[in-house]
């Protein structure tokens, strides 16, 4: 019994270590979906990854939607359906906030859930146990606001519009106000951020077709570039044990 102690409690700094591991400065690691099969190596780089070349998604779109009138009811906010904004994307309040729990359960009802499990998980797991990895997906209507990444790997996936994403170290979160969740890096002004010239960051442009995975701890936003259609995204989060600690505590 002791043993056994002992090496559930070694295996379990070993995955502290590696999950506290992280990259140094500002860098976009870029692959072609062709070249899928490196993508599990690129993963120890810890920076985040651009692939490309994807094809346009085959759900999630305004269209599919528009066509499943048993989602035209589900409630995004108070007073708002997801029928009110497919009849006219243009009414999307700028700053709409869709609760985590809808935005979880838009995610299995749209079926992002099982694709992400048949899809993307056999990339991660290799010769893992099937317990040692899980999947949470959401799906966002809009922009997203200034988020943490916690889980092992963060996919975000646009299937309608297109978004300007901005990544930051955590080490910028030192710059940050004390209430920069939820915010945008171009809201910002001295005035409520000092030392706001020292935040380095990258913007990437992500279409449909492309999907941006952002390793732990690096901050990121998505803002809506295109607001002529529906914005839509994906967002799926791999979490090994380490790593669900870590969310749920935060």
Same mark, same amino acid.
């Given at each position: 019994?002791?043993?056994?102690?002992?090496?559930?409690?070694?295996? +379990? &700094?070993? !995955?502290?270590?590696?999950?506290?591991?992280?990259?140094? /400065? #500002?860098?976009?690691?870029?692959?072609? =979906?062709?070249?899928?099969?490196?993508?599990?190596?690129?993963?120890?780089?810890?920076?985040?990854?651009?692939?490309?070349?994807?094809?346009?998604?085959?759900?999630?779109?305004?269209?599919?939607?528009?066509?499943?009138?048993?989602?035209?009811?589900?409630?995004?906010?108070?007073?708002?359906?997801?029928?009110?904004?497919?009849?006219?994307?243009?009414?999307?309040?700028?700053?709409?906030?869709?609760?985590?729990?809808?935005?979880?359960?838009?995610?299995?009802?749209?079926?992002?859930?099982?694709?992400?499990?048949?899809?993307?998980?056999?990339?991660?797991?290799?010769?893992?146990?099937?317990? +040692? &990895?899980? !999947?949470?997906?959401?799906?966002?209507?809009?922009?997203? /606001? #200034?988020?943490?990444?916690?889980?092992? =790997?963060?996919?975000?996936?646009?299937?309608?519009?297109?978004?300007?994403?901005?990544?930051?170290?955590?080490?910028?979160?030192?710059?940050?106000?004390?209430?920069?969740?939820?915010?945008?890096?171009?809201?910002?002004?001295?005035?409520?951020?000092?030392?706001?010239?020292?935040?380095?960051?990258?913007?990437?442009?992500?279409?449909?077709?492309?999907?941006?995975?952002?390793?732990?701890?690096?901050?990121?936003?998505?803002?809506?570039?295109?607001?002529?259609?529906?914005?839509?995204?994906?967002?799926?989060?791999?979490?090994?044990?380490?790593?669900?600690?870590?969310?749920?505590?935060?």
């Amino acid at each position: 019994m002791l043993e056994i102690a002992l090496f559930c409690a070694i295996f +379990f &700094l070993v !995955l502290v270590f590696f999950y506290k591991q992280k990259a140094e /400065g #500002l860098n976009i690691l870029q692959i072609e =979906s062709e070249k899928l099969s490196t993508f599990r190596e690129l993963l120890s780089e810890k920076y985040p990854i651009v692939i490309r070349g994807l094809g346009e998604p085959k759900f999630l779109t305004p269209e599919i939607l528009k066509s499943t009138p048993r989602l035209h009811g589900f409630q995004l906010g108070p007073n708002l359906y997801l029928g009110d904004i497919l009849k006219s994307p243009s009414s999307l309040p700028t700053k709409l906030h869709v609760p985590e729990e809808a935005r979880k359960r838009l995610a299995t009802e749209v079926g992002l859930h099982v694709w992400g499990e048949h899809t993307w998980l056999p990339h991660y797991s290799g010769e893992n146990p099937s317990w +040692f &990895l899980s !999947l949470e997906t959401q799906v966002n209507v809009g922009s997203i /606001g #200034l988020t943490k990444a916690s889980a092992y =790997s963060t996919l975000l996936y646009p299937t309608s519009g297109t978004f300007v994403c901005s990544l930051l170290v955590d080490t910028a979160e030192k710059f940050l106000p004390k209430t920069w969740q939820g915010r945008f890096l171009d809201e910002l002004t001295i005035s409520d951020t000092p030392l706001l010239k020292e935040i380095q960051f990258i913007d990437i442009i992500l279409r449909p077709g492309h999907v941006l995975h952002i390793p732990p701890h690096w901050l990121y936003s998505c803002k809506v570039k295109d607001a002529s259609t529906l914005p839509l995204c994906g967002i799926l989060e791999f979490h090994h044990p380490i790593s669900r600690l870590a969310s749920s505590l935060a």
